[in-house]
């Protein structure tokens, strides 16, 4: 048999449930015959038990046959009527077979006995094709339910995707835009960055939107796009990490961090004339792990967040991978503006990126 009883642990469950009923044949045969309990044992539990194998295996594909969805209900019952009939009537004759084979040992067989057994097959077919119509639709049940946690997953790749494909070219145009005003005020440093972001892009190719890397591999990017940056603000740029004991380990999404980096540097930092100081924080809180972008920014200059792309994108991937369990908040104070992320610290995943 297929569908739940195909396992070892199902099998041994059905086969369980046979012996307590052929224990109960027994009881009612020795109530019956008198003819004591080692030869109501004798005889009644592994006629049960062959009948159980039969009975299962015959009512389960006569269950697939004829599905409940798919045929009448007076078709169904009239399928089962006759097959357990054809098999209680096999079912009693192997029981007068079984029982002269013990000869001196078997039990008086007489008609009210051999109808009882009659009426007793029909009653366990039918208990066996409730159960095996059950056991299909709980497998049918659980096939949906997995196909539709597939088509959740492959959604959340799609959408995962998307979001990504909006923050390269993101990241790209501002790029561009930084060597093209070098260009004419400091050639060198236009080289220079265009090698910069060459190498740069060479590390974030192999990312993908699905797989994870640790804080560690994160903030090393984070910096190797800082020194991108400091080609074009040089001292005006000045930028601080304090990365917690713990905090190193946790998985999180790939270039998550980046364009909230880039936000500050282009936002907050870029429009001040001497320059500022950016400042990477994390710390592990047992199972959740904070991350703060803080920046400092000009307090003439009206804040704005939440509209551009950056923290946009940040949201939604957060809000797509981890639900209501991740949150991204932002605080302006005078001349800071800092950004906090929180979000479970997940230290193994089997896609998480090298």
Not at 16 to 21: D, Q, S
Request: glycine share 8%; net charge neutral.
């Amino acid at each position: 048999m297929q569908s739940s009883f195909s396992t070892r642990r199902g099998a041994t469950l059905y086969l369980m449930v046979w012996l307590m009923l052929g224990i109960v044949f027994a009881a009612l045969v020795e109530g019956a015959t008198g003819a004591g309990w080692t030869n109501a044992l004798l005889f009644a539990i592994p006629a049960t038990l062959v009948y159980g194998c039969a009975a299962g295996f015959s009512s389960y594909y006569v269950c697939r046959a004829y599905p409940l969805s798919d045929k009448s209900l007076v078709s169904i019952l009239l399928v089962f009527t006759i097959s357990a009939m054809i098999s209680a009537l096999l079912w009693t004759g192997f029981c007068g077979l079984w029982n002269s084979l013990w000869q001196d040992a078997g039990i008086p067989l007489a008609a009210p006995l051999k109808a009882t057994i009659f009426g007793l097959g029909v009653m366990l077919y039918g208990l066996s094709a409730t159960t095996h119509y059950l056991a299909i639709e709980f497998d049918r049940a659980r096939a949906a339910e997995r196909r539709e946690l597939e088509s959740k997953l492959m959604a959340q790749e799609a959408e995962l995707r998307m979001l990504r494909t909006q923050i390269d070219p993101h990241f790209l145009f501002n790029s561009l835009n930084s060597i093209s005003a070098l260009t004419s005020q400091d050639p060198a440093g236009a080289r220079a960055m265009t090698l910069q972001l060459a190498e740069f892009f060479r590390h974030t190719l192999g990312l993908e939107a699905h797989c994870k890397v640790t804080l560690a591999a994160e903030v090393k990017l984070l910096m190797h796009f800082l020194a991108i940056e400091k080609v074009r603000f040089g001292a005006r740029l000045t930028v601080e990490q304090a990365i917690g004991e713990g905090a190193s380990d946790c998985l999180l999404p790939p270039m998550i961090l980046q364009p909230l980096v880039e936000n500050a540097v282009k936002h907050g930092i870029g429009n001040l004339p001497s320059g500022g100081t950016l400042r990477i924080a994390a710390r592990r809180e047992g199972s959740i792990l904070h991350v703060q972008i803080e920046n400092d920014v000009d307090e003439d200059l009206p804040a704005a967040p939440g509209k551009g792309i950056g923290l946009a994108n940040v949201r939604q991937r957060l809000a797509v991978l981890y639900g209501h369990e991740a949150s991204v908040n932002w605080t302006r104070e005078k001349q800071l503006f800092r950004v906090t992320l929180a979000l479970p610290c997940e230290t193994t995943e089997p896609s998480a990126c090298a």
